[in-house]
């Protein structure tokens, strides 16, 4: 399903992410909870020039890089994501830092400024984001 617009190499916004997720292959609350779990989740930073693509591979976590231009790179079906988040940077770091709280984020949705897409599947990246603390 993927195609050469996905690199193995994560660039830019990409290259955070994976510096970010990199400790989770190490955790082992992580290799057992996600032991069973496939899934993809294209985080868009929509100011920048890459997306990353973070991929959940039975207990195995990756991220590669994604040009987000032109739009059509960041379509399901080009990459085959199963959840998809775009914001700016300013937001996603905001959040990240616990700056920010999931009510403004909320209101950033309905507003706009952060997009949203297979909001179902989006609980297990937050779940990610918890074995990080």
């Known amino acids: 399903m993927e195609t050469k617009v996905v690199e193995e190499k994560a660039r830019e916004f990409a290259s955070l992410i994976a510096s970010v997720l990199a400790p989770l292959n190490q955790n082992p609350k992580f290799k057992e909870k996600f032991k069973k779990i496939e899934r993809k989740y294209l985080i868009n930073a929509s100011n920048l020039n890459y997306a990353a693509l973070v991929k959940i591979d039975n207990g195995r976590l990756t991220v ?8 059509s790179n960041l379509k399901k079906k080009v990459t085959g994501w199963d959840s998809f988040i775009s914001m700016d940077s300013q937001i996603f770091l905001a959040l990240a830092m616990d700056k920010i709280s999931k009510a403004k984020v909320g209101l950033k949705v ?9 909001f179902r ?13």
């Open 64 to 71: 590669q890089s994604v040009a987000n231009k032109p739009k």
């Open 110 to 118: 309905i507003s706009g400024k952060v997009k949203l897409k297979g």
């Open 121 to 133: 599947k989006l609980p297990t990246l937050l779940k990610l984001f918890e074995l990080l603390k």
